[in-house]
């Protein structure tokens, strides 16, 4: 580096007439802050040594610099306003923050620095998500979208409505994963990935979030960031790759295999972290998940084994099965409806019980019994014995995740949602058993020579799925007990 340039390190509030230069590394979507209508937005810069600093813009500034400052680009900047980060932030955003004006003065340079960018990036492999799933961990990943679904309207907690679009990715394993886009990252990046879907574009993201949700799945965060086609050699390698596995890719998004629901790949967890029933209620206030070992029942027959629903958002719906409709709740005007399977259950374990719903496939899983026949039944059979269709207990322990869902910030009540449910010796969710010696997944070209992800995996097919193959054929229907394949040939929901 020049020596007329300083390292961010040698800045400090006060200081004139430096120049510093820098690499922006991170760019998030401009926000509206929380107790005032000021629009900001949040950047990181890198400098040569790899050191960062977040530099904010406000309001106008923020259109004003909108292509000025370009994710990627190498500028000198100098006069930017330096001042001590507040210390409760100092953890995560290092001991001073710039903010950017009209009154700093921004070069860009002809540079290069890609190499040092990802030098910021952890990335994790699809198969290792799980082990971060809900938890508050920042994830990064690389793959490339080969599929979008729909856009769709969602409704918060809070009663806000909120945009979010769902995109597919896979890596050169052939593993799948879902990552869930919202607000304005729907508008921004989705618009961009899907006018250029074509050409399978390679994501870098930064600042991700593993969540349960039907499955393991990603998710954006307020601060998520993302190179699309950056200009990175990994992400050359990524389409030279992609290029001598055409027909394959070609092959996975014709079949649509990872839409699909079945369950996840899920590990048994360690023994510290399940909890004993009778604390759950001591600790849901600050945690909302649980692993808990036990027995499930089913206690109330005359109730409603199913649903009628949208299959973009899976929220009720007075369509009749099978009739394309608009929804009301995600707007899509091509949903279709679609049974889903539903069941309330008592969870059991030696020191006491809870009450919990089961929706969509732990639902089927503890039942053995898809929504298709659950419908029919009802329908075709109202006055014939469910308990001749249905499982009404398991005949063993199980493993079982669940979420506990406040209904509101003044609610003392707690409700009880089973998202994943899991047998003694299996590692992954009711429906697709395997044991925890892991099968090689299919080698394609050029696997081994980019040293990506050389561990062995057996992948699943999976609407949220973790992973899947093309070689994988869909499960037939067979009857048997939870961490066994069993049905999925039903409608998508």
Same mark, same amino acid.
């Given at each position: 580096?020049?020596?007329?340039?300083?390292?961010?390190?040698?800045?400090?509030?006060?200081?004139?007439?430096?120049?510093?230069?820098?690499?922006?590394?991170?760019?998030?979507?401009?926000?509206?802050?929380?107790?005032?209508?000021?629009?900001?937005?949040?950047?990181?810069?890198?400098?040569?040594?790899?050191?960062?600093?977040?530099?904010?813009?406000?309001?106008?500034?923020?259109?004003?610099?909108?292509?000025?400052?370009?994710?990627?680009?190498?500028?000198?900047?100098?006069?930017?306003?330096?001042?001590?980060?507040?210390?409760?932030?100092?953890?995560?955003?290092?001991?001073?923050?710039?903010?950017?004006?009209?009154?700093?003065?921004?070069?860009?340079?002809?540079?290069?620095?890609?190499?040092?960018?990802?030098?910021?990036?952890?990335?994790?492999?699809?198969?290792?998500?799980?082990?971060?799933?809900?938890?508050?961990?920042?994830?990064?990943?690389?793959?490339?979208?080969?599929?979008?679904?729909?856009?769709?309207?969602?409704?918060?907690?809070?009663?806000?409505?909120?945009?979010?679009?769902?995109?597919?990715?896979?890596?050169?394993?052939?593993?799948?994963?879902?990552?869930?886009?919202?607000?304005?990252?729907?508008?921004?990046?989705?618009?961009?990935?899907?006018?250029?879907?074509?050409?399978?574009?390679?994501?870098?993201?930064?600042?991700?979030?593993?969540?349960?949700?039907?499955?393991?799945?990603?998710?954006?965060?307020?601060?998520?960031?993302?190179?699309?086609?950056?200009?990175?050699?990994?992400?050359?390698?990524?389409?030279?790759?992609?290029?001598?596995?055409?027909?394959?890719?070609?092959?996975?998004?014709?079949?649509?295999?990872?839409?699909? =629901?079945?369950?996840?790949?899920?590990? @048994?967890? #360690?023994? $510290?972290?399940?909890?004993?029933?009778? /604390? +759950?209620?001591? &600790?849901?206030?600050?945690?909302?998940?649980?692993?808990?070992?036990?027995?499930?029942?089913?206690?109330?027959?005359?109730?409603?084994?199913?649903?009628?629903?949208?299959?973009?958002?899976?929220?009720?719906?007075?369509?009749?099965?099978?009739?394309?409709?608009?929804?009301?709740?995600?707007?899509?005007?091509?949903?279709?409806?679609?049974?889903?399977?539903?069941?309330?259950?008592?969870?059991?374990?030696?020191?006491?019980?809870?009450?919990?719903?089961?929706?969509?496939?732990?639902?089927?899983?503890? =039942?053995?019994?898809?929504?298709?026949? @659950?419908? #029919?039944? $009802?329908?075709?059979?109202?006055?014939? /014995? +469910?308990?001749? &269709?249905?499982?009404?207990?398991?005949?063993?322990?199980?493993?079982?995740?669940?979420?506990?869902?406040?209904?509101?910030?003044?609610?003392?009540?707690?409700?009880?949602?089973?998202?994943?449910?899991?047998?003694?010796?299996?590692?992954?969710?009711?429906?697709?058993?395997?044991?925890?010696?892991?099968?090689?997944?299919?080698?394609?070209?050029?696997?081994?020579?980019?040293?990506?992800?050389?561990?062995?995996?057996?992948?699943?097919?999976?609407?949220?799925?973790?992973?899947?193959?093309?070689?994988?054929?869909?499960?037939?229907?067979?009857?048997?007990?939870?961490?066994?394949?069993?049905?999925?040939?039903?409608?998508?929901?």
């Amino acid at each position: 580096m020049n020596n007329q340039y300083q390292l961010i390190k040698d800045v400090h509030p006060g200081d004139v007439g430096w120049t510093v230069k820098v690499t922006i590394a991170e760019k998030s979507p401009a926000r509206t802050a929380k107790k005032s209508p000021k629009k900001y937005q949040n950047i990181i810069l890198m400098d040569s040594e790899g050191s960062t600093v977040q530099a904010t813009l406000y309001d106008h500034n923020i259109i004003a610099f909108q292509d000025e400052l370009i994710q990627g680009k190498t500028y000198l900047i100098s006069n930017a306003l330096v001042k001590l980060t507040n210390l409760e932030y100092r953890s995560q955003s290092g001991d001073t923050q710039w903010t950017i004006s009209g009154k700093t003065r921004i070069q860009q340079v002809d540079e290069n620095n890609s190499a040092l960018l990802l030098t910021a990036y952890n990335f994790i492999d699809f198969e290792d998500l799980e082990n971060h799933m809900d938890t508050n961990t920042d994830i990064s990943i690389i793959g490339m979208v080969i599929d979008t679904r729909p856009k769709r309207m969602i409704q918060t907690r809070s009663g806000n409505q909120c945009q979010v679009q769902d995109i597919i990715l896979v890596n050169k394993r052939l593993e799948t994963i879902i990552l869930t886009m919202w607000e304005n990252f729907v508008d921004n990046e989705c618009n961009y990935i899907c006018e250029n879907l074509a050409k399978k574009p390679v994501i870098i993201a930064k600042h991700l979030k593993v969540s349960s949700f039907n499955g393991v799945s990603l998710s954006t965060k307020a601060n998520s960031s993302f190179f699309i086609d950056g200009p990175f050699d990994i992400v050359e390698h990524f389409k030279t790759w992609a290029k001598k596995n055409a027909e394959t890719l070609n092959n996975i998004m014709s079949e649509k295999c990872y839409l699909h =629901l079945t369950p996840s790949k899920i590990s @048994l967890p #360690n023994k $510290s972290k399940y909890t004993d029933i009778k /604390n +759950i209620q001591g &600790l849901q206030k600050t945690q909302r998940f649980f692993w808990i070992k036990g027995k499930a029942f089913v206690k109330v027959l005359n109730q409603p084994f199913w649903y009628m629903s949208c299959d973009n958002c899976n929220k009720v719906s007075g369509a009749n099965c099978g009739d394309i409709y608009q929804c009301v709740y995600c707007k899509y005007p091509n949903s279709k409806a679609a049974p889903r399977a539903k069941v309330y259950l008592q969870l059991m374990d030696s020191t006491g019980y809870i009450n919990a719903t089961a929706i969509g496939e732990p639902s089927e899983s503890f =039942l053995l019994c898809n929504a298709n026949t @659950l419908m #029919n039944h $009802s329908v075709s059979n109202p006055d014939s /014995n +469910i308990i001749d &269709l249905i499982r009404l207990a398991t005949e063993e322990e199980k493993t079982f995740y669940i979420k506990a869902i406040q209904q509101n910030e003044e609610a003392t009540e707690f409700k009880y949602e089973l998202l994943f449910v899991l047998g003694s010796d299996s590692t992954v969710t009711a429906g697709n058993q395997q044991s925890k010696d892991k099968g090689k997944s299919p080698m394609v070209e050029d696997e081994q020579s980019q040293q990506m992800d050389s561990k062995d995996v057996t992948p699943p097919p999976a609407k949220r799925s973790l992973f899947q193959t093309p070689e994988t054929p869909l499960p037939t229907k067979k009857k048997t007990e939870i961490g066994t394949n069993k049905d999925k040939d039903k409608k998508e929901v």
